[in-house]
């Protein structure tokens, strides 16, 4: 079973900042917390990802509260290309654990 | 600098034949990690290699096999295909081992049908 819990869906207006949440209730302190994206069926795309501290890159914020149970990654501005299913997953630093996907949250932007 | 490369991107097998995937990673990455995509069971986790060695396996049967070769680039091979391995495989590397301190890079996947 996947370790986190996203929303299935969410819609966004074209401009606006998307906020998608991510549960994970049962992290680790070792354990990163990852986001990636997968437009079309191409390959999952890295976006960014965290242990303890927000973190901010080209493409998004994340944000993780400060128990760890949660995050959000923020997009400041979408965009259509934006469009896609957004993956939250949580691996742990020195392990050769599974990679356990979830379902992802299906973000649509609209014009 | 060249992403992670899948080869083929697409092909038709039927029933009861073998496939052989390749996956060239990014230069002087050493971990190569496979999964199996479908509508259904959602992106799940085949098998990972580093240094040639397999350190992790999922849950599926052992018709689906792997190896990694002394230059990083990795093949996987399903034998007896069934029509429910239809699927998208994508194949993903990483610059060190295979843990959450190293970012997985995925390939663009091969698309399997299998008629």
């Known amino acids: 079973d996947a370790k986190t819990t996203q929303p299935t869906s969410m819609d966004c207006a074209e401009g606006r900042a998307a906020n998608l949440p991510c549960n994970h209730s049962?992290?680790?302190?070792?354990?990163?917390v990852y986001w990636y994206r997968q437009i079309h069926s191409q390959g999952p795309q890295y976006i960014i990802h965290?242990?303890?501290n927000n973190e901010t890159n080209e493409m998004a914020s994340l944000i993780i509260t400060e128990d760890r149970k949660s995050s959000t990654l923020i997009l400041p501005h979408a965009t259509l290309r934006d469009t896609a299913v957004y993956y939250c997953?949580?691996?742990?630093?020195?392990?050769?654990?599974?990679?356990?996907f979830g379902p992802g949250t299906s973000l649509s932007v609209i014009p | 600098k060249a992403g992670v490369t899948q080869t083929p991107r697409y092909l038709i097998k039927t029933r009861g034949q073998q496939v052989t995937l390749s996956c060239s990673p990014i230069?002087?990455?050493?971990?190569v990690s496979w999964y199996q995509q479908t509508p259904g069971q959602g992106l799940q986790f085949l098998f990972e290699?580093?240094?040639?060695?397999?350190?992790n396996k999922g849950n599926f049967p052992g018709r689906f096999s792997g190896r990694q070769f002394s230059n990083s680039r990795s093949e996987m091979n399903v034998s007896t295909l069934e029509l429910g391995d239809s699927a998208l495989y994508l194949c993903?590397?990483?610059?060190?081992?295979?843990?959450?301190?190293?970012?997985?890079?995925f390939g663009a996947g091969s698309r399997l049908t299998v008629l």
């Open positions: 049962t992290i680790s302190g070792n354990e990163y």
């Open positions: 230069s002087g990455h050493r971990s």
């Open positions: 993903a590397s990483s610059p060190g081992e295979f843990s959450g301190a190293n970012v997985l890079t």
């Open positions: 290699y580093f240094s040639e060695t397999q350190r």
């Open positions: 965290g242990l303890k």
């Open positions: 997953i949580v691996r742990r630093e020195t392990s050769y654990d599974k990679v356990i």
